[in-house]
């Protein structure tokens, strides 16, 4: 167990919504980063950040943003949320030096936009 | 950039009978790489990884992987498949630029 929680476990919205995900890690790790399950494309990272304020894109960024205002926690927000983005949202977190880099996974959000 | 291929989306095997999940990767670097699985409705969980140090890794679960950089090729083996090892299983490479990059997955049912 990483330490990672996720909430919320479960969200249904409308499109056009905003939504806030939420990732809360309780072992100060400077790296953390978000990714999307979709079938047949595996996990694909959206945002990670590897510090306080600090953080930058990944491969599927548009229609998504994040903010890290304190270590143990990153949010991801869909300003506008599309039937596109139904997913299932991971956050991840990195633990341990260069030559042991490793990422550890929290639970999953499964969102549906409809 | 680095990418991963996994060849066969689904794998279904006897119990009993040995599995393995093909995995291909393409770094300018020597890479990092890991196998996670996915049991239904949950996380990602760390199966094993190759950092360098040694070409044939061990897991968890009786599960393991040998690197070999002229196939550029992680497959991952297990001798006797239980019902309990289905799962979808991904294999991932990092350039150690901190990002990982995720295969499609595999999915594998063992068959009674």
């Known amino acids: 167990d990483a330490g990672i929680t996720q909430s919320p476990r479960h969200k249904v919205t409308e499109t056009g919504t905003p939504v806030t995900l939420r990732c809360h890690q309780t072992?100060?790790?400077?790296?953390m980063y978000w990714y999307r399950q979709d079938p047949g494309h595996g996990l694909r990272l959206i945002h990670y950040?590897?510090?306080?304020?600090?953080?930058d894109k990944g491969e599927v960024s548009d229609g998504y943003s994040v903010s890290r205002s304190k270590t143990e926690d990153f949010l991801l927000t869909l300003e506008s949320a599309t039937s596109s983005q139904t997913s299932v949202y991971f956050c991840a977190i990195r633990v341990g030096g260069a030559d042991v880099e490793t990422q550890y996974f929290g639970p999953g959000t499964r969102l549906l936009v409809l | 950039a680095q990418s991963v291929t996994q060849l066969g989306s689904h794998v279904s095997v006897s119990e009993g009978a040995l599995v393995l999940l093909r995995c291909n990767y393409s770094s300018s670097v020597p890479p990092y790489l890991f196998w996670y699985v996915q049991y239904p409705n949950q996380g990602l969980q760390l199966l094993l990884k190759y950092t360098s140090a040694a070409t044939l890794v061990k897991g968890i679960n009786g599960f393991e992987a040998e690197f070999k950089k002229s196939e550029t090729s992680f497959h991952l083996t297990k001798p006797s498949a239980h019902m309990s090892d289905a799962a979808e299983y991904f294999c991932a490479v990092s350039d150690n630029d901190y990002k990982l990059s995720f295969g499609a997955g595999t999915t594998v049912t063992v068959r009674a």
């Open positions: 950040s590897y510090g306080v304020k600090d953080t």
């Open positions: 072992e100060n790790h400077r790296y």
